[in-house]
């Protein structure tokens, strides 16, 4: 799985959501937008000050898949993850997606595992290797000590 970088980059006078979920954002107008490997900069026209750009700095940024240069053959709907097979690249059955976290630096799909078990997998090129919405299968890396995070369904409500 390639990494999906913003390849348009965001153009002054577009506008995206700045909040700590995605119903729950503020809208903000792109004044200018740098990025790189190292550094990415991105101003506000509606903040004045380093110290109203401070309060948004745990706040995720969300724009449109268009602005940042992702096409529907790269991206994927909730409803495609869940109830997908998830597979190791020697064809090992680890479960299925029972859920999706969607997080500030990477998203996370909750796999359930054939003992009961869930398991977060971080949605990150290092684990996921491909996603088949098709055929309703993911391929994945099993970093070592990642299946030894599962917890029990009672253990996940704290019961």
């Known amino acids: 799985m390639d990494t999906i970088g913003i390849t348009n980059g965001l ?6 959501g700045i909040g700590y979920s995605r119903d729950f954002t503020k809208t903000y107008t792109i004044d200018m937008f740098e990025s790189s490997p ?3 900069t991105l101003r506000l026209r509606e903040l004045q000050s380093a110290d109203s750009a401070q309060a948004l700095v745990e706040q995720a940024v969300y724009a449109r898949a268009q602005d940042v240069g992702l096409n529907e053959d790269e991206r994927h709907r909730i409803g495609d993850i ?3 097979t998830v597979v190791t ?3 090992g059955i680890v479960g299925i997606v029972t859920d999706v976290w969607l997080m500030p630096a990477n998203d996370v799909w909750v796999v359930t595992l054939p003992d ?10 290092d684990v996921v ?3 088949e919405t098709g055929s309703r299968r993911i ?6 000590g990642l ?3 599962g917890t029990t369904t009672a253990e996940d409500h704290d019961e």
């Open 11 to 16: 153009v002054p006078g577009a506008t995206l």
């Open 89 to 91: 690249a020697d064809g």
């Open 38 to 40: 190292k550094r990415t």
């Open 129 to 131: 290797v491909s996603v």
């Open 82 to 84: 869940e109830g997908c």
């Open 139 to 144: 391929v994945v890396n099993v970093l070592p």
């Open 147 to 149: 299946l030894d995070l």
């Open 116 to 125: 009961g078990r869930t398991v977060p997998f971080p949605v990150i090129d």
